[in-house]
């Protein structure tokens, strides 16, 4: 199958701090991935797309300079929360899709809160 | 632009009887449609697709949809639900190529023993 991994799961952080999430592709090579927000009982926002090698691409109303987005090589793309505050506490996803499937395939999700 | 929506906020269900989550899609072009599965605190698990062929789709966990073009819909079934099928459904979109899925805003099923 095709699996994918997101690290930490779970991170508690102060206001003001940063945070970084790792996403992974563990047995196949991802071009695109994508970050999506997730609030409590609530559908999943997509915030970026993920380019390896260029630029992410950004929702609208989806800060670039808090939100970064690395997708440095073919099976890792971080997501880096900057100066973060409580009104970033979310549920955070990524998908990657495989080349020749139609389906994206989901990490586990990281619970960020923002103390 | 495209679109999905679920009407149910939350469906229940006895246990051994059969389930449908419902969804109705709006696309301009072919539609590629998902059915995916959210356990508490857990990212998703895709359970099925249809991307062309057969109207029916058969996915995992005994899941199935069947993909309706005259009624833009892509209802969610199974025979006999179990207590262990209660999660949150969403139902997705996507056109063709490296694009991201578009969700519903998902429904709830509770399957009650």
């Known amino acids: 199958g095709a699996v994918v991994s997101q690290h930490p799961s779970r991170v508690i952080c102060k206001s003001g701090t940063s945070v970084k999430i790792e996403c992974r592709s563990l047995?196949?090579?991802?071009?695109?991935m994508f970050w999506y927000r997730q609030f409590p009982k609530q559908s999943l926002m997509l915030m970026a797309t993920s380019n390896e090698g260029s630029k992410a691409t950004y929702e609208q109303g989806v800060e670039k300079d808090k939100f970064l987005i690395n997708h440095a090589s073919l099976t890792l793309s971080t997501l880096t929360v900057t100066s973060a505050h409580p009104e970033d506490s979310s549920f955070y996803i990524c998908?990657?899709?495989?080349?020749?499937?139609?389906?994206?395939?989901f990490g586990p999700g990281t619970r960020l809160t923002v103390t | 632009a495209q679109s999905v929506a679920q009407p149910e906020d939350q469906v229940n269900v006895a246990e051994g009887n059969p389930l449908t989550v419902k969804c109705t899609y709006s696309?301009?072009?072919?539609?590629?449609l998902f059915w995916y599965v959210q356990y508490p605190n857990r990212g998703l698990q895709f359970l099925l697709k249809y991307i062309t062929g057969d109207n029916l789709v058969k996915g995992s966990y005994g899941f199935e949809a069947e993909f309706n073009k005259s009624q833009t819909s892509f209802h969610l079934k199974k025979p006999s639900a179990l207590v262990s099928d209660s999660a949150l459904y969403f139902c997705a979109v996507k056109a063709l190529g490296n694009t991201p899925l578009v969700f519903g805003k998902g429904t709830r099923l509770s399957v009650i023993a």
């Open positions: 047995d196949f090579q991802a071009t695109t």
């Open positions: 998908s990657a899709n495989r080349q020749g499937a139609y389906e994206q395939y």
């Open positions: 696309v301009s072009g072919n539609p590629y």
